[in-house]
DNA sequence: TTGTATGCGTTATCAT
DNA sequence: ATGATAACGCATACAA
């Protein structure tokens, strides 16, 4: 491997001048800067990162952690954040966490070691108290996920709005026995929160009970939709209507009830969330609540960008826009 | 952020001992050990990889290249090689080639630099000629796609015979008007030959002759699929059978066939290829041809092992077993 | 405008 | 069993 001793010795020139060359300095003239890039070219010279993080440089690099990419949602927002980062000239490293708090802070040790500028995390497994002390090496933010103190940098959709959308329409089309189902919990706390409030509030307005059988927590996957159909048939009263956190357990839930017979939305009707490919696809198709993806990418690096040029900037909370698309399933 | 001094001074010890502790030396005594042990805590203490790798280190990093990760396929492989690789203590750096022959080199400047101890490569951009150049950095192999080097390192899979198996199951259902769409072109080189030559020889050995009219080329997503089906329509002679090179593709055939009132199979019989998680969603269920991911992405990762372990290692070819899913869709 | 010398954090070599 | 020191490749303070 070339470094930058062999482009001074071949070019006659010294170190220093090859290192102005490579970062754009000024004071260097004509003549030796072309010098110095033949040489580069003709021993096909590339600057050794680690060298140049090691000496305390920007690295030009972002960490995006994420549960895991087979996720489509995820898939989506990683296209969409490394989109928006090139764009300005950032590398981005894919991290997945696969819901593990001790691969989580792993990641977080890039940051520490100078392999990063700074971390985007799209969702967040330890206490917010515990990633807070990786703060002092570099910016970290949140995008999709987030936590309960204003001072970190967010950039989130109004869940429990985008739920209690989803849970009215419900309503409007003449639904009163209404399920539940979400990848976090039913609490006050803890995973998808929001989203349960705001379903929590849409019903409570039209004045209609939740009946906690139907509620169905940590539910992921296509194969977790369907089990969730397949304990909606085996009830004696079953609801007629179904919101779920995710397009893939809905999509489940549809292909499911198809396979028993059942017509959707007549016999049940059901809602996703995100608004990935798999909505357009399951038939019939799903009405769901579209996330702004390619937004969240844009608006995350963005104010990333500005916390690197500056670190005292005030902290700055975004709220996206969430949409309701009505398709056929509702 | 800490590093191996601050350790050192904490514990009283000299940077040696403490580097020898962090490597799993011998020659250090058990009560030192326990100092330093406990002084890395204290610290928060995390090795500096960049300087491990610009002291020529193993980075126990590999870099893995796809074309885009929002394709499931790729996404499900990448998630497969990662797996495998964590099992073995290695990191895994994703990079994404959008298919551009400049981005594609930049990510094997990965190991020019160091970065990465090795690269697989689920997809080539460049001619291999240009590829071969960076292997004296460190090993590169493919995995999924090909060249035809035999001193090239390969996990691949016999397309060939995956696209004669799926041709012929669709003869076998008696269809004689077969259309044919690929990800590729259709020529006798380039990409997607390999299937192309299957799909040949299944139609040629059965007396039947390709029309031209019939071939798509190009074609990557559900809306490539929706196009496809739309052209179709327009013809006066319709094929009754079509194959195509990937699920999503014949996933949006479907979506859009349905749409225009057409019934699957009986008015157009649709196989895909991938068996990715669509082919179950999409109604009717998808006839095609599964790739064993997980067993790809286990096998670059035990032959990569093998070539870091031992350089001078003969290039070993391996050759996956492809099979086809008889699902509704025929 | 150009060059010399230093240090970033780590590990291997060579003492002791 | 332990420690001092050099070297990896680079960018900067300082000197010329």
């Known amino acids: 491997m070339a470094t930058i001793s062999d482009v001074a010795k071949l070019s006659g020139l010294s170190k220093t001048t090859v290192s102005r060359v490579i970062n754009n300095h000024p004071y260097v003239s004509e003549k030796k800067r072309e010098l110095v890039l033949k040489a580069m070219k003709e021993l096909g010279y590339t600057p050794n990162p680690s060298a140049r993080r090691l000496r305390g440089q920007l690295t030009?690099?972002?960490?995006v952690i994420v549960p895991r990419i087979v996720n489509p949602f995820f898939a989506h927002l990683i296209n969409s954040i490394e989109q928006a980062a090139y764009k300005k000239g950032y590398q981005v490293l894919i991290c997945q966490s696969y819901e593990d708090k001790q691969k989580e802070l792993a990641f977080l040790d890039l940051l520490k070691t100078k392999q990063v500028d700074g971390i985007i995390m799209t969702s967040i497994e330890n206490d917010w108290a515990v990633i807070e002390s990786y703060n002092e090496y570099g910016p970290i933010m949140l995008c999709n996920d987030y936590v309960n103190q204003k001072e970190v940098p967010m950039i989130r959709l109004d869940q429990s709005k985008g739920a209690y959308t989803g849970a009215n329409h419900l309503i409007?089309?003449?639904h009163q026995k209404i399920a539940y189902c979400t990848g976090g919990l039913f609490d006050e706390e803890g995973k998808g929160k929001d989203r349960n409030q705001g379903f929590q509030r849409a019903l409570s307005e039209a004045g209609i009970k939740i009946d906690p059988k139907w509620i169905f927590i940590d539910q992921h996957?296509?194969?977790?939709?369907k089990h969730v159909l397949r304990q909606i048939l085996e009830m004696k009263d079953r609801p007629t209507a179904i919101f779920t956190g995710s397009d893939e357990v809905a999509?489940?839930?549809?292909?499911e009830a198809k396979d028993h017979g059942l017509t959707i939305p007549?016999?049940?009707a059901v809602i996703g969330f995100d608004d990935q490919p798999i909505a357009e696809i399951v038939d019939p198709k799903l009405t769901t609540i579209r996330q702004p993806v390619d937004q969240m990418g844009e608006k995350s690096i963005e104010t990333m960008i500005q916390m690197l040029e500056n670190p005292e900037m005030e902290i700055k909370?975004?709220?996206?826009?969430?949409?309701l698309i009505v398709r056929q399933s509702t």
Not at 221 to 225: K, L
Not at 251 to 255: E, T
């Open 221 to 225: 996957t296509i194969e977790d939709g």
């Open 251 to 255: 999509g489940g839930i549809i292909l």
């Open 266 to 268: 007549n016999d049940l």
């Open 60 to 63: 030009t690099t972002l960490g």
């Open 172 to 174: 409007e089309r003449g």
């Open 317 to 323: 909370n975004y709220e996206l826009p969430i949409e």
